[in-house]
């Protein structure tokens, strides 16, 4: 998009944005874009571009080794140039497995002097000053990771966080000034983003197949109410909660993450503005309760807040629209939607589909009707990102989500090594994640607009896109 048509894009929609908000709001926006733009730290710098020293071996800590954590840990252990050095887990049999694959893979040779650190709550804390690891990776409770993150680049350690990044705003602004401050990475890692179909779209948004963009459309549905039976241990016994003391878009990044990439959203073109928010009625999680539990039980002894699905409407600073939905409770096929739409043609996911204005040759006539399944053959021929190509057969065989997460940790191990910008910065992770804490307040607000804080205090206009990495 050029640079004239992106500024009267904007100006158009601020203007529009304008006649619909009273002074009183405008006001309260300009004040709290001006604190925001004046609060950097002296000390601190802009993080949207960054690149950390090189790094010959990366020495990797892990915080949380069970259902996520495991997969990771065991995944980096197989990537060439990196050392386990450390292990932190509540449960020692957790511990102990990963420790001993890790040992398995490293065969003598790598992973030789792992730490283990299992004793309590805080144990972690005592990991960080002890080995002073390179990365850690934090794969604990949502509640846990941002103080996690920002503990760990106060020891100088890179952070990587399983999403969401933060759960406040207030949390959000101490990752960023810490990051800052710190010069550390702290990257939230939306595995998503590796995806096969992700990153065709990705490439072909970039060489403009589809004309200038204009909506997306993002979801995270996904029935998860088996996860209640974890009543002690594991991801259902504090996920659960969060269904009960919350009311918004509580998982919105696997969505949102590959289309605001698309948009190039907080890099150069765009950026996140309003967000306005809805939920349904919550019944499903206490209808479940009453149905697989006794009366006594402590699900059918708390209140379900959450609605069973929930929908948001992000208006982006050029106007442009991101619908995100959110629902882990009915019983539907599991979507992530993956669609974006532009001026000359809509890229689609669950199915995988493609519809470009003048048809695809060999497959369409228009785009009155989709291109599916086998007839996509020549479009990822023509189109398949060069990443994918050269990483695809290897991540798939590695596996994690049909491969996404082994390229997420390759590209992560590859970038401190090579001392480059990492595919997702710190600032990304905290768009994405506000999401839910912003949601949470237009839902208690009758869907009232809520506007997103900007976490790179303007300089986003001058972070280049994310680019097509060969």
Same mark, same amino acid.
Not at 340 to 355: E, K
């Given at each position: ?41 002296? +000390?601190?710098?802009?993080? &949207? ?5 090189? @790094?010959?071996?990366? $020495?990797?800590?892990? *915080? /949380? ?124 890692? +939306?595995?998503?983003?590796? &995806? ?5 779209? @990705?490439?072909?948004? $970039?060489?403009?197949? *589809? /004309? ?129 739409? &532009? ?9 995988? $589909?493609?519809?470009?204005? /003048? ?112």
């Amino acid at each position: 998009m050029s640079t004239n048509r992106r500024h009267f894009l904007k100006k158009a929609s601020l203007v529009s944005a304008g006649l619909s908000l009273t002074p009183t709001i405008l006001t309260a926006c300009q004040e709290s874009t001006k604190q925001e733009i004046n609060s950097r730290p002296v +000390e601190a710098k802009y993080m &949207g571009g960054f690149s950390a020293e090189k @790094l010959e071996t990366v $020495r990797c800590a892990f *915080i /949380g080794v069970g259902a996520r954590g495991s997969s990771h840990i065991e995944q980096i252990s197989n990537i060439a140039d990196t050392e386990v050095v450390a292990i932190c887990d509540l449960y020692e049999d957790l511990a102990k497995r990963s420790y001993d694959k890790c040992k398995s893979i490293g065969k003598g040779t790598r992973h030789k002097d792992i730490a283990i650190y299992t004793n309590g709550d805080n144990d972690w804390k005592k990991m960080l000053k002890d080995i002073k690891p390179d990365i850690v990776i934090i794969s604990t409770p949502w509640e846990l990771h941002a103080s996690m993150a920002i503990e760990t680049m106060k020891h100088g350690s890179h952070a990587f966080v399983e999403v969401p990044l933060a759960l406040t705003l207030d949390e959000i602004w101490e990752i960023i000034n810490t990051s800052e401050t710190t010069q550390k990475h702290c990257m939230m890692m +939306e595995n998503v983003n590796y &995806g096969r179909e992700e990153l065709l779209y @990705l490439n072909m948004c $970039r060489q403009g197949v *589809i /004309g200038e963009l204009l909506h997306a459309e993002a979801a995270y549905i996904h029935e998860l109410r088996f996860q209640m039976n974890e009543n002690n241990r594991g991801t259902g016994s504090w996920r659960t909660y969060h269904y009960s003391n919350r009311n918004g878009n509580l998982y919105p990044t696997h969505g949102l993450g590959p289309v605001s990439q698309y948009m190039n959203l907080a890099r150069t073109d765009d950026n996140f503005k309003f967000i306005n928010s809805f939920s349904s009625p919550s019944i499903g999680r206490k209808l479940y309760a009453n149905k697989n539990f006794p009366d006594d039980h402590k699900w059918n002894q708390i209140e379900f807040m959450s609605g069973d699905i929930n929908t948001s409407i992000i208006k982006t600073e050029l106007g442009r629209t991101i619908m995100v939905q959110w629902d882990e409770t009915s019983p539907r096929p599991y979507s992530r939607h993956n669609l974006i739409q &532009g001026t000359s043609g809509t890229l689609a996911g669950f199915p995988t $589909r493609v519809a470009l204005e /003048g048809g695809i040759e060999g497959a369409s006539e228009n785009h009155h009707s989709w291109v599916m399944g086998e007839q996509l053959a020549k479009i990822f021929e023509k189109y398949e990102h060069p990443l994918y190509k050269r990483m695809g057969l290897i991540s798939k065989k590695m596996g994690g989500h049909g491969g996404m997460d082994f390229l997420m940790l390759y590209r992560i191990i590859e970038c401190l090594k090579q001392g480059e910008p990492l595919d997702q910065n710190v600032y990304e992770g905290c768009f994405w994640s506000a999401v839910s804490p912003l949601s949470e307040i237009s839902v208690a607000q009758n869907g009232t607009p809520q506007e997103f804080p900007d976490f790179t205090r303007g300089d986003w206009e001058t972070t280049l896109p994310l680019d097509i990495i060969t």
